[in-house]
């Protein structure tokens, strides 16, 4: 299985990093976690072909983590026709939203094909690949509006966390699971607290080593401190912030 970071940026485009997009391959199988612009363009500059993806599974609403998806359901729907995948969305109004956008743009929409449904807590999704639970967390709005971790188990008996964004300040909705049950990889999102937050929770989680992702609040200060905690192995396990493009065998 391979991952890579396609967008590791915060809720803007930076000059170096797109919005939140991550692509897991599982052999000739494409799953996407969140769809920040411009997902479509990056896909196509890999190489990657759009009839690969089987699924697409977003944390939350966000534009930063969605908005990437339009495009590419567009270009699903009128031309790349021998897609086919289910795409999950927070939220009915998103669902509803894409759908009408798609429609007004081109006039087709093959619900067959381009499947979208909401995500719900617990096991949503499942192939011969592997098997995606969603960890419901408080990241919109004190949690009145739904957003999730993603714990992702693959058939190979691999297990990686994607936290998503977590509650401003401190991250109080760090998933449990994450810290009781061994995992392979935890990408943990950084936009919202410090590292000095985040980092102890970290090195209490059985894992085989840590991808942060989505950093924004005191940028320098919190990269300053992972490439420290990288250098020095001061959290037990490996750490890494992840840049764009970078892949990684799990």
């Given amino acids: 299985m391979k991952i890579t970071f396609l967008g590791t940026s915060h809720g803007l485009p930076g000059v170096d990093r797109f919005c939140s997009s991550t692509m897991l391959e599982i052999g000739d199988a494409v799953y996407l976690i969140d769809g920040g612009a411009p997902v479509a363009d ?42 086919s995948f289910d795409c999950f969305l927070a939220e009915d109004c998103g669902i509803e939203a894409f759908r009408a956008a798609v429609l007004a743009a081109d006039k087709t929409f093959d619900d067959d094909r381009l499947r979208l449904k909401k995500t719900a807590e617990g096991v949503f999704y499942s192939d011969d690949n592997l098997t995606v ?4 967390t408080r990241h919109m709005k004190e949690g009145l509006y739904p957003s999730y971790s993603l714990i992702i188990d693959t058939c190979e008996g691999k297990r990686i966390v994607f936290t998503g964004d977590l ?24 936009a919202h607290f410090h590292a000095d937050t985040i980092f ?9 080593r840590i ?20 250098r020095t192995g001061s959290l037990g396990k490996p750490i890494h912030a992840v840049e764009d493009g970078e892949e990684y065998e799990i």
């Fill in 167 to 190: 509650h401003w300040g401190d991250a109080a909705d760090f998933p449990a699971q994450a810290k009781e049950n061994p995992s392979d990889v935890i990408v943990c999102e950084m």
């Fill in 42 to 83: 990056l896909l196509m500059r890999r190489g990657v072909a759009y009839e690969r993806i089987r699924g697409i599974f977003t944390t939350h609403m966000h534009g930063d983590h969605t908005l990437g998806l339009l495009p590419l359901l567009d270009i699903c729907a009128w031309k790349y026709k021998e897609t």
């Fill in 211 to 230: 991808f942060i992702n989505h950093m924004w609040f005191k940028y320098d200060e919190c990269l300053a401190r992972t490439n420290e905690a990288e």
């Fill in 200 to 208: 102890p929770i970290l090195a209490e989680c059985p894992t085989g």
């Fill in 133 to 136: 639970t969603a960890v419901r």
